[in-house]
């Protein structure tokens, strides 16, 4: 048992600076040249977001590049969102901007992506959400990913913005997790997820694999389906990650949001037909309900206390170390206590996740999943 645990220790340390090391190895950040002279659209689907639409409208109007235009689409609010929006836009003029705000034509966001997409005139075509907030060389970064004809789809980084609490700082650590291990599958070609919050596509890939056909009858997964749908008829090559191209999103207000949300994410593995995206999906679970049996050392004598101080020592530093790199590279810096808090809190936080997602009920703007069958 306890040259398990020792095992368990050493592979999880070496994982982590395998995962360190492709992030130093990253391509390097280039100028702000571009030389693209193709339509841009931006695609934002929405359902009762009104508090959140004033800040992503001045963000929008302050993005640098020119000429874009952007499509909302209303995926039936149940606010004032949509009257707001109207407001801002009337209030707002700029000439180089062309608003367009529509009814989604559907039921969900993936069928609110598809109703922007057949309205957009660009055949570049960029997503976010409604709670960004935008960098202002967001699609000069975008439209140089897009110079390489091979490429058909990219994706940028997201990370959450809110209040000094440890919940929000953990969210922010979580998040450099997830960068390490989409970096992982982009750059082994072989690409498990993004966020529809940081992503763009030619309008040509989205509309030559058939858009979300096969899966809109879950609430969420616009983003990885499609990803997945791109690289299988395109290659792994056809992806790229941009690692600089940063978004910033709203945290989640309180941890019963955060599980949900978490959640809802995860439950899409039953989706995957891929063998190895279900297994990479469990990994994080079974490794973390490792790590909390490891508690059982404690009863094994002074040899198991020492291995268990080991494990948990090792395992707090080397995650302090990687994923505090990963933050920094985007000039976000921590106290080393968030890092220890959010390694302790983690293991029991990922059990309980992946139990919802597997066994509980999957709510999203008030909706669940079966309203999507």
Same mark, same amino acid.
């Given at each position: 048992?306890?040259?398990?645990?020792?095992?368990?220790?050493?592979?999880?340390?070496? !994982?982590?600076?395998?995962?360190?090391?492709? =992030?130093?190895?990253?391509?390097?950040?280039?100028?702000?040249?571009?030389?693209?002279?193709?339509?841009?659209?931006?695609?934002?689907? @929405?359902?009762?977001?009104?508090?959140?639409?004033?800040?992503?409208?001045?963000?929008?109007?302050?993005?640098?590049?020119?000429? @874009?235009?952007?499509?909302?689409?209303?995926?039936?609010?149940?606010? $004032?969102?949509?009257?707001?929006?109207? /407001?801002?836009?009337?209030?707002?003029?700029?000439?180089?901007?062309? *608003?367009?705000?529509?009814?989604? +034509?559907?039921?969900?966001?993936?069928? &609110?992506?598809?109703?922007?997409?057949?309205? !957009?005139?660009?055949?570049?075509?960029?997503?976010?959400?409604?709670?960004?907030? #935008?960098?202002?060389? =967001?699609?000069?970064?975008?439209?140089?990913?897009?110079?390489?004809?091979?490429?058909?789809?990219?994706?940028?980084?997201?990370?959450?913005?809110? &209040?000094?609490?440890?919940?929000?700082?953990?969210? +922010?650590?979580?998040?450099?997790?997830?960068?390490?291990?989409? +970096?992982?599958? @982009?750059?082994?070609?072989?690409?498990?997820?993004?966020?529809? !919050?940081?992503?763009?596509?030619?309008? $040509?890939? *989205?509309?030559?694999?058939? $858009?979300?056909?096969?899966?809109?009858?879950?609430?969420?997964?616009?983003?990885?389906?499609?990803?997945?749908?791109?690289?299988?008829?395109?290659?792994?090559?056809?992806?790229?990650?941009?690692?600089?191209?940063?978004?910033?999103?709203?945290?989640?207000?309180?941890?019963?949001?955060?599980?949900?949300?978490?959640? /809802?994410?995860?439950?899409?593995?039953?989706?995957?037909?891929?063998?190895?995206?279900?297994?990479?999906? *469990?990994?994080?679970?079974?490794?973390?309900?490792?790590?909390?049996?490891?508690?059982?050392?404690?009863?094994?004598?002074?040899?198991?206390?020492?291995? *268990?101080?080991?494990?948990?020592?090792?395992?707090?530093?080397?995650?302090? /170390?990687?994923?505090?790199?990963?933050?920094?590279?985007?000039?976000?810096?921590?106290?080393?206590?968030? @890092?220890? #808090?959010?390694?302790?809190?983690?293991?029991?936080?990922?059990?309980?996740?992946?139990?919802? !997602?597997?066994?509980?009920?999957?709510?999203?703007?008030? /909706?669940?999943?079966?309203?999507?069958?």
């Amino acid at each position: 048992m306890l040259t398990f645990y020792l095992l368990l220790g050493i592979l999880y340390g070496l !994982a982590l600076l395998w995962l360190g090391s492709l =992030w130093d190895n990253r391509s390097p950040k280039q100028d702000e040249i571009v030389h693209s002279q193709e339509m841009v659209s931006i695609l934002i689907p @929405f359902r009762n977001e009104v508090k959140n639409l004033p800040q992503l409208f001045v963000s929008l109007l302050q993005l640098k590049y020119r000429p @874009f235009e952007v499509v909302f689409v209303d995926d039936h609010s149940e606010d $004032a969102g949509k009257a707001l929006l109207h /407001r801002l836009i009337e209030g707002n003029r700029d000439s180089d901007i062309a *608003f367009v705000v529509l009814e989604n +034509q559907g039921k969900g966001k993936k069928e &609110a992506i598809e109703t922007a997409v057949h309205h !957009a005139r660009g055949g570049l075509l960029i997503t976010t959400d409604a709670d960004c907030n #935008l960098p202002v060389n =967001w699609i000069e970064l975008y439209l140089q990913a897009f110079d390489a004809p091979k490429t058909q789809l990219a994706a940028g980084p997201v990370i959450s913005q809110g &209040a000094d609490t440890f919940l929000s700082k953990f969210q +922010q650590i979580e998040w450099a997790s997830i960068w390490l291990m989409t +970096q992982m599958g @982009f750059g082994l070609g072989r690409p498990l997820m993004c966020s529809a !919050a940081n992503m763009a596509y030619r309008k $040509a890939a *989205f509309l030559n694999v058939g $858009a979300y056909e096969g899966n809109k009858q879950h609430p969420s997964g616009d983003d990885e389906f499609l990803l997945k749908k791109i690289s299988q008829r395109y290659g792994g090559n056809s992806t790229v990650y941009l690692l600089d191209n940063l978004v910033w999103t709203q945290a989640e207000p309180s941890w019963g949001k955060l599980y949900s949300q978490r959640a /809802r994410w995860a439950s899409k593995w039953r989706l995957h037909a891929s063998f190895y995206h279900k297994v990479l999906s *469990f990994l994080p679970v079974l490794l973390q309900l490792l790590f909390l049996s490891s508690l059982i050392l404690l009863s094994q004598g002074w040899g198991g206390v020492m291995i *268990f101080s080991w494990l948990w020592g090792l395992k707090l530093l080397l995650e302090r /170390r990687v994923l505090g790199k990963t933050l920094k590279h985007l000039n976000l810096e921590l106290y080393s206590k968030d @890092f220890f #808090l959010t390694s302790l809190w983690h293991p029991f936080y990922v059990v309980m996740v992946g139990w919802k !997602a597997i066994f509980g009920k999957i709510r999203w703007k008030g /909706r669940n999943s079966s309203q999507f069958n």
